[in-house]
Nanobody
Framework: QVQLVESGGGLVQPGESLRLSCAAS????????MGWYRQAPGKQRELVAV???????NYADSAKGRFTISRDNAKNMVYLQMNSLKPEDTAVYYC????????????WGQGTQVTVSS
């Protein structure tokens, strides 16, 4: 019953911004770490940002200074504000979270496409 659903992706031009959202729902007892990953065509999935219940703990070097991860614990939401987007940011962005629901498991969303192109 637990699921993660991303939203906010789209097509933007270089230098523009997007804000991704991820909502966790279902039989959730608690959520530990949450994060964002991305996967470009023909490439491996890579970490973008990670956040604990207390705050961000990690950003990819390519994202640092441009992206900001945040979360709303009361709403079971995690966000990724992406500024100054570059063509190399083009990828499918996936939400993930470690969630306690009977047992503790890692969950993934289906992904949202972000395309940065002029």
């Amino acid at each position: 019953q637990v699921q993660l659903v991303e939203s906010g992706g789209g097509l933007v031009q270089p230098g523009e911004s997007l804000r991704l959202s991820c909502a966790a729902s279902g039989s959730i007892l608690s959520i530990d770490v949450m994060g964002w990953y991305r996967q470009a065509p023909g490439k491996q999935r890579e970490l973008v940002a990670v956040i604990t219940r207390r705050g961000p703990i990690n950003y990819a070097d390519s994202a640092k200074g441009r992206f900001t991860i945040s979360r709303d614990n009361a709403k079971n939401m995690v966000y990724l504000q992406m500024n100054s987007l570059k063509p190399e940011d083009t990828a499918v962005y996936y939400c993930n979270a470690v969630i306690q629901s009977g047992s503790i498991n890692r969950y993934w969303g289906q992904g949202t496409q972000v395309t940065v192109s002029s």
